[in-house]
């Protein structure tokens, strides 16, 4: 009898072991998972948001800093941030043109459950040209097996503060 229990046990133990793996695999990257992050807030003409996705990639208290003028930064909660992407869309009438922001660079540090994620970008809006580019700082920890924002820190490139060697390609 007690050899029964044991061998379930460790059919039970070796199972667990595996899913975890698996469920772990699946999980992807951090770099993976920032890339999903831009895509998510790209979109094309009459094609909205998934407001709940890109929610769901932070965490409930995650800070969202961005660089608002040489002088000055806005600090968001998720929150407030999805809302100030929402006037801008409004405000700029990009429904109907659509946005993309791609990456130009990406540079990802991992250790443990927590990641470090640099990304130069590039956003763009349909029919307008510009050469502007970002830096954003993104840390993320793994918990219950996905990787979620913590924070994003931003900065804009400039003549004096140019784009880090770390990033250009």
């Given at each position: 009898?007690?050899?029964?229990?044991?061998?379930?046990?460790?059919?039970?133990?070796?199972?667990?072991?595996?899913?975890?793996?698996?469920?772990?695999?699946?999980?992807?990257?951090?770099?993976?998972?920032?890339?999903?992050?831009?895509?998510?807030?790209?979109?094309?003409?009459?094609?909205?948001?998934?407001?709940?996705?890109?929610?769901?990639?932070?965490?409930?208290?995650?800070?969202?800093?961005?660089?608002?003028?040489?002088?000055?930064?806005?600090?968001?909660?998720?929150?407030?941030?999805?809302?100030?992407?929402?006037?801008?869309?409004?405000?700029?009438?990009?429904?109907?043109?659509?946005?993309?922001?791609?990456?130009?660079?990406?540079?990802?540090?991992?250790?443990?459950?927590?990641?470090?994620?640099?990304?130069?970008?590039?956003?763009?809006?349909?029919?307008?040209?510009?050469?502007?580019?970002?830096?954003?700082?993104?840390?993320?920890?793994?918990?219950?097996?996905r990787w979620k924002i913590v924070s994003i820190l931003n900065?804009?490139?400039?003549?004096?503060?140019?784009?880090?060697?770390?990033?250009?390609?």
């Amino acid at each position: 009898m007690k050899l029964k229990h044991i061998s379930l046990i460790l059919s039970v133990s070796i199972l667990s072991i595996g899913a975890t793996a698996q469920s772990n695999k699946s999980l992807g990257s951090p770099e993976n998972f920032v890339k999903n992050l831009y895509a998510a807030i790209s979109f094309k003409p009459g094609v909205p948001i998934d407001w709940d996705n890109v929610e769901g990639m932070f965490l409930d208290e995650a800070v969202i800093t961005l660089r608002a003028s040489k002088e000055k930064v806005s600090v968001f909660t998720v929150g407030q941030w999805v809302q100030d992407f929402k006037d801008f869309i409004v405000g700029r009438e990009l429904e109907n043109i659509g946005f993309n922001e791609s990456i130009a660079g990406i540079k990802a540090f991992e250790f443990g459950d927590m990641a470090h994620v640099l990304v130069l970008y590039e956003p763009r809006i349909p029919g307008i040209d510009s050469d502007r580019q970002g830096v954003d700082s993104i840390h993320l920890i793994r918990q219950e097996g996905r990787w979620k924002i913590v924070s994003i820190l931003n900065e804009l490139p400039t003549a004096e503060r140019p784009v880090p060697d770390i990033l250009k390609n």
